[in-house]
């Protein structure tokens, strides 16, 4: 993904807000899209995804919707916690030489929840 | 349930010393990927196994090598270290790719903890 150094985008939202991180991927042929959250010092962690046979798929206070036609996926979390504070990630998964896989991040959002 | 495991979570090196990173993947999960994270940037893929086999190559120097063992855990080494080496370095593991219905579908990756490295 396109790097941008230290100054990652910031999103701040009230608690109880509903908020919604945007995501463009680059690859037209990719077909499984993954939206991983990351806390300061810890690994990504999976939240929730979505293949591309689907253009909306629903968790717990979580939904990514996709738009193949313009490459564009979303995350939107409902109501907000000050847990929910953290930098995400859309990561979009790619075929590598022979059967093999790898993820492709975007930059990532940061989210701050405020009171 | 059990994650994927690395180690060390630290590690401080000097310029020109060499650093072996640990990585035990999720119980059945036979395929590890190895991602680099500098300051404020995404994760970068650098190598992958399947089986115990190399997968696939990304941005990885030549003066790193990584290999996957008969228990799947997996080691990343890194010879002649440089200042640009210092990174959060991430291993995640997944079931690979599933084939059925003339397709391929990616599985879940799952991501360790992660390795702080500063070269010094």
């Known amino acids: 993904g396109e790097s941008v150094g230290l100054h990652l985008p910031t999103l701040s939202v009230q608690e109880g807000d509903n908020s919604i991180i945007n995501c463009a991927y680059s690859?037209?042929?990719?077909?499984?899209f993954i939206w991983y959250k990351q806390e300061s010092g810890k690994g990504p962690q999976f939240i929730i995804d979505i293949r591309s046979n689907m253009d909306k798929r629903q968790g717990q206070r979580v939904t990514v919707l996709l738009n193949k036609t313009v490459k564009h996926l979303s995350l939107q979390i409902a109501a907000t916690q000050p847990g929910d504070s953290a930098v995400y990630f859309c990561a979009e998964n790619i075929f590598g030489v022979g059967n093999t896989d790898k993820l492709i991040f975007g930059t990532g959002t940061r989210l701050q929840v405020f009171p | 349930a059990a994650g994927v495991i690395q180690s060390p979570r630290h590690l401080i090196k000097e310029k020109r010393e060499t650093a072996t990173l640990k990585c035990y993947p999720i119980?059945?999960?036979?395929?590890v990927y190895w991602y680099q994270q500098g300051p404020g940037q995404d994760p970068q893929f650098l190598i992958s196994f399947y089986e115990k086999m190399q997968s696939d190559k990304g941005s990885i120097p030549d003066r790193f090598s990584a290999q996957q063992f008969s228990d799947y855990h997996s080691e990343l080494n890194m010879s002649s270290l440089e200042l640009g080496d210092s990174a959060l370095y991430f291993c995640?593991?997944?079931?690979?790719?599933?084939?059925?219905?003339?397709?391929?579908?990616?599985?879940?990756?799952?991501f360790g903890p992660g390795t702080r490295l500063l070269v010094l």
């Open positions: 119980p059945r999960h036979d395929t």
């Open positions: 995640a593991s997944s079931l690979g790719l599933r084939l059925e219905y003339g397709g391929r579908y990616g599985e879940t990756q799952y």
């Open positions: 690859n037209s042929a990719s077909d499984y």
